[in-house]
């Protein structure tokens, strides 16, 4: 069975950075998609930051500029980096792999912690 294995986690104040990293426990063939989602307390989950298979990017506007998602393909890993924190950027954030087709199966990371004191 698969699991996404999350670290990284932690709590910083206004401004500082983080990098919150995904690996997968076994190989996973056929990604199409990787990324990151975040839920903060009281709110829906929402799409922070995610990368296909060709690199293309795709970032939530409240975080352009300030968070980069990268990719390691032959280790299968995806990272964030988050620059320039802010109170709002706190929340859970899970990463997801979504592989294979017809149809994909998607994966997710248990959730780890953001917080970032003001």
């Known amino acids: 069975q698969v699991q996404l294995v999350e670290s990284g986690r932690g709590r910083v104040q206004a401004g500082g950075s983080l990098r919150l990293s995904c690996a997968p426990s076994?190989?996973?063939?056929?990604?199409?998609?990787m990324g990151w989602y975040r839920q903060a307390p009281g709110k829906e989950r929402e799409l922070v930051a995610a990368?296909?298979?060709?690199?293309?990017?795709n970032y939530a506007d409240s975080v352009k500029g300030r968070f980069t998602i990268s990719r390691d393909g032959a280790k299968n890993t995806v990272v964030l980096q988050m620059n320039s924190l802010k109170a709002e950027d706190t929340g859970v954030y899970y990463c997801?792999?979504?592989?294979?087709?017809?149809?994909?199966?998607?994966?997710w990371g248990q959730g780890t912690q953001v917080t970032v004191s003001s």
């Open positions: 076994v190989s996973i063939f056929s990604i199409s998609d």
């Open positions: 990368m296909t298979k060709t690199g293309t990017t």
């Open positions: 997801y792999v979504e592989a294979g087709w017809a149809p994909p199966a998607t994966y």
